[in-house]
């Protein structure tokens, strides 16, 4: 599937299309990278998506200049709740409700940095569903209970986000949020990223708490395509 760009307020932004097979209309995902960008773990994310029958885009959100700047900015965006990369991703799901192939219906997921853009977004109005994998914790955490319906997945090996998963299901349930919130034991942070790291760095990756881990991500896909089929179809 082909890259492509979408408009959004500073500027025309690159973004990875995947589209499904078929005649639409389809609901709408927008598909939030981690801190690593645009990697090939990135793409596979968002055409599983379309062979599951989501219209799914990715922008590809460090392309504004230089790339270190630009993952230094991005991730500051998620903690102040502003800036050009919140605006990109609200603009992401525009572009899809304008795109004749869209129901109107468009959910978020996204993956750390991206997870954290989930739950920024969530409230917004402007999402219908998101699904935050063990999304870093936005500036807007207060607000959360005004979210859309959330699907949230969370490893309790995670060192970066201790009681995460406990403290935002105590927030959506709180706010009589439609959720699904898991932890799942044994496992650590980016446990759905499969960034296909030779097998001689992988001890470092399991060191650090970032292996992937196929059991695990099977089981959270399985939950966010169930609840993205209600709350998107």
Avoid at 37 to 51: S, V
Avoid at 99 to 127: E, N
Wanted: hydrophobic share 45%; glycine share 12%.
């Amino acid at each position: 599937m082909p890259m492509t760009t979408f408009d959004a307020p500073a500027g025309p932004l690159p973004a990875y299309a995947a589209t499904p097979d078929g005649e639409g209309p389809w609901p709408g995902v927008v598909v939030v990278h981690d801190a690593f960008g645009m990697t090939d773990d990135l793409r596979r994310i968002t055409d599983r998506f379309a062979a599951n029958g989501y219209l799914a885009i990715a922008p590809a959100l460090f392309r504004r200049g230089n790339r270190l700047a630009c993952v230094v900015t991005t991730l500051r965006s998620v903690g102040k709740g502003s800036g050009p990369a919140v605006d990109d991703v609200l603009a992401a799901a525009a572009h899809l409700r304008a795109d004749d192939r869209c129901t109107g219906k468009v959910g978020s997921v996204g993956f750390c940095m991206g997870g954290g853009f989930a739950l920024l977004t969530a409230p917004s109005g402007v999402f219908d569903a998101a699904a935050p994998n063990y999304g870093i914790w936005p500036g807007n955490r207060a607000e959360l209970a005004a979210a859309c319906p959330t699907v949230a997945s969370y490893g309790a090996a995670d060192r970066m986000l201790p009681d995460a998963a406990a403290e935002l299901d105590a927030q959506l349930t709180a706010g009589g949020v439609p959720h699904d919130v898991k932890e799942y034991p044994g496992v650590g942070h980016s446990f759905m990223n499969d960034w296909g790291t030779p097998w001689p760095l992988r001890f470092v990756e399991r060191t650090a708490g970032l292996a992937y881990s196929r059991p695990e991500s099977e089981d959270a896909w399985a939950r966010i395509l169930a609840f993205f089929g209600e709350h998107l179809r």
